[in-house]
């Protein structure tokens, strides 16, 4: 006998009868946490697969096709979400700032693909994620985020991760770690990745509810596929490849499926979620990112990297509990 729904609200009735598949999709789609977990899943696989590249596909070129799709998927997604209103692409008195988070989110994820295939990944994440230790100077400096007592201390333990994982020799010892001139290159540039996801941080902040998040995510792809295409077109640092070999090209198509999956689920989460879980939930990638360098890439388990991971989660969420946004 078929279950009686008369008694149930209308939502609640048409929601019944649709598709078990659809009913459980809305569920994922509507649960904050839940899709920023799954983002960091996905963003995991991808810079797993750029790894797993080394260069074999430029990294320029997969963003490229990323972006674009992106590019393509987003006016459509404003429009439907206007419902008969006019859509808002972005407003010209914010161009300025929609262009500059463009640009930083473009060097953010440039110099951090570049820095995970010349060093460890969940290294280079670390030095990646530790980008409270400039956030929240920055924030301070600009007047956008007032400290407290507690502040400094988050920041000193995310700097005390950053050490633990990345053993400087000054402290660990010469032999402590393999200090090729790859990995100081990729320590570097993971240093100028963290820098620009930073800058990111606090161009959004500045944007705070002057524009809709979809209108973020269209602008900073525009940017990126312009700037990449621009810079495969001159070949640096590296011309686009056409021929490649099948399994090159399937990592390939599931990196950009991956990265736009997670691009969705990041934008959407963070709709739904508070700055404070949305900081402290997105530290679950350094444990993907560990993971992966143990059973993929076969490097040694290290407990003090763990710990040292496990400190610059625990201070971004310090960071994230204490700082207050400036009200103006």
């Not at 963003?63 to 972005?90: D, E, H, V, Y």
Request: glycine share 6%.
């Amino acid at each position: 006998m078929d279950d009686d729904t008369s008694a149930l609200p209308l939502i609640d009735r048409v929601e019944t009868r649709q598709p078990f598949v659809v009913r459980q999709w809305k569920r994922v789609w509507n649960n904050g946490p839940l899709l920023i977990i799954l983002a960091t899943m996905f963003f995991s696989g991808v810079v797993v697969a750029i790894k797993l590249l080394d260069g074999k596909v430029p990294q320029l070129q997969i963003l490229f096709i990323r972006a674009l799709l992106i590019c393509f998927m987003m006016p459509t997604k404003i429009k439907c979400q206007s419902r008969g209103s006019p859509a808002n692409f972005g407003r010209k008195e914010n161009m300025h700032l929609l262009l500059m988070l463009g640009c930083a989110i473009f060097c953010h994820i440039t110099t951090t693909w570049y820095a995970i295939t010349r060093m460890p990944i969940a290294d280079a994440m670390a030095i990646v994620f530790a980008n409270t230790i400039f956030t929240a100077p920055i924030g301070l400096i600009a007047r956008l985020e007032k400290w407290t007592q507690c502040t400094p201390v988050g920041l000193l333990l995310s700097l005390v991760g950053v050490l633990v994982v990345t053993k400087p020799p000054m402290i660990f010892g010469k032999g402590s770690t393999d200090w090729s001139s790859d990995r100081i290159q990729g320590m570097q540039l993971a240093v100028v990745g963290s820098v620009m996801i930073a800058l990111v941080f606090l161009v959004i902040k500045r944007l705070d509810k002057r524009e809709d998040a979809d209108v973020l995510l269209l602008w900073q792809n525009v940017v990126i596929s312009v700037f990449s295409f621009a810079m495969l077109w001159m070949g640096f640092p590296d011309k686009p490849v056409f021929q490649a070999s099948p399994q090159d090209w399937v990592i390939t198509a599931l990196a950009v499926i991956a990265g736009v999956a997670a691009w969705f689920m990041i934008n959407r989460g963070g709709q739904l979620t508070s700055a404070t879980l949305l900081s402290v939930l997105t530290g679950i990638e350094l444990g993907f990112t560990l993971l992966a360098d143990v059973f993929i890439f076969g490097e040694v388990f290290d407990p003090l990297k763990l710990l040292g991971l496990a400190c610059i989660v625990g201070a971004s969420a310090i960071v994230a509990f204490t700082i207050t946004p400036v009200v103006r």
